[in-house]
């Protein structure tokens, strides 16, 4: 077992349909007994595991929340969540606004209401979140001792950029704020970023292996650490410019199934 192969969902390893593609199926499921395959996401567990069906790895570990939960086999390996203090001021900093606010506790979605957002994610992720006031869910979840692993925040641009600013004032030292686009933030703890993830994966699955064994691939912000400490660090060319720029190599879009492209490349030349 020479390598980890780990990729990003969104943008990175689904195509404009955001679905697998039959290309990227089959050679993942050629792959999936020579090496360990990890999806790693800003997506809920439930999601991620729709694809591992299709992928037929549900028997590799997976992580969900940008490196904030680490599940095996159905084992949590490492779980990180926000603190409620945190969950409630961003309840109360979106309060007065349009802003949609939606809260996860590893497979539990809740949001305040069936609006606009709350479809559009439904429609992205396959995955339908439990529908009452965000107060409440907060209430309850302080009651289990749940804390949120990721926040999301959905709503026009002007809102938005408000929003992000406020949390990148008041709580800088306490949590993960991530654009994903201009319209979503994304809050995560602090914790953990999808490298230092993929680094407590391997030192504690698979001791054998380094950061040197790994090859990922992704598009965005939150994949920056994770190239860069890759030991092939690999960018669909639909990426952001940033991460196109800090990327060891660049491969074909999303949409032209730029992460089968490189691994079948990589198995064509003997260097898998």
Not at 41 to 66: C, G, W
Not at 132 to 156: F, N
Not at 171 to 199: C, F, M, Q, V
Not at 216 to 244: H, R
């Amino acid at each position: 077992m020479k390598h980890l192969i780990c990729s990003d969902i969104d943008g990175t390893l689904l195509n404009i349909d955001r679905v697998l593609s039959e290309k990227t199926i089959q050679l993942f499921k050629k792959l999936k007994d020579k090496y360990p395959i990890v999806l790693i996401s800003s997506r809920m567990p439930k999601s991620m595991r729709l694809l591992q069906n299709e992928l037929e790895i549900t028997n590799h570990p997976l992580i969900a929340y940008n490196g904030n939960l680490i599940i095996d086999n159905d084992t949590i390996l490492y779980s990180e969540s926000l603190s409620t203090d945190i969950s409630y001021a961003v309840s109360n900093y979106v309060k007065g606004t349009t802003i949609h606010l939606s809260l996860y506790h590893n497979d539990n979605w809740n949001v305040p209401q069936d609006d606009f957002w709350a479809k559009r994610e439904m429609n992205n992720t396959r995955v339908k979140p439990k529908i009452q006031p965000i107060e409440q869910t907060l209430d309850q979840w302080q009651s289990k001792q749940w804390g949120a692993h990721k926040i999301m925040c959905m709503g026009e641009e002007n809102e938005i950029d408000v929003l992000y600013k406020k949390l990148l004032s008041n709580h800088a030292n306490e949590l993960h704020a991530y654009r994903s686009k201009s319209t979503y933030i994304e809050i995560s703890p602090i914790a953990k970023d999808k490298a230092s993830a993929i680094l407590f994966l391997i030192q504690n699955k698979y001791p054998e292996l380094s950061m040197e064994n790994v090859i990922s691939f992704g598009d965005n912000y939150n994949d920056a650490t994770l190239l860069q400490q890759s030991g092939i660090g690999v960018a669909v060319a639909n990426a952001k410019p940033e991460i196109l720029k800090l990327a060891s190599n660049i491969t074909s879009t999303n949409i032209n199934d730029g992460v089968a492209l490189f691994l079948n490349e990589m198995e064509n030349n003997g260097q898998l």
